[in-house]
């Protein structure tokens, strides 16, 4: 399994990034995606879920009515919008799946919001 993020860098408060995660090595189609984010000192957090079927989505508090989670599974990929951002956003941003009940992380991608 393997799951590559990209999409992170540094933007204004306000601006926004569209973070990336391209998967392999399993049924992208048949299993939930998660975005989790952690930042300097914290606990990681689950962000944002969106699932196999339906399509899902579900968010953490701080973050409703400012990103969105998506999927194409025709690419296996999932997608996680982010507008409106806030310092209190920057974090390292993982991709996250569970396929035969094992949990498998991307490497992160780095989202600083700073003036």
């Known amino acids: 399994v393997h799951l590559v993020e990209s999409g992170g860098g540094l933007v204004q408060p306000g601006g926004s990034l569209k973070l990336s995660c391209a998967a392999s090595g399993f049924t992208f189609s048949a299993y939930d995606m998660s975005w989790y984010r952690q930042a300097p000192g914290k606990e990681r957090e689950l962000v944002a879920t969106?699932?196999?079927?339906?399509?899902?989505?579900n968010y953490v508090d701080s973050v409703k009515g400012r990103f969105t989670v998506s999927r194409v599974n025709a690419k296996n990929t999932v997608y996680l919008q982010m507008n409106s951002l806030k310092p209190d956003d920057t974090a390292v941003y993982y991709c996250?799946?569970?396929?035969?009940?094992?949990?498998?992380w991307g490497q992160g991608t780095q989202v600083t919001v700073s003036s």
């Open positions: 969106i699932t196999a079927v339906g399509g899902y989505t």
């Open positions: 996250h799946a569970r396929p035969w009940g094992h949990d498998y």
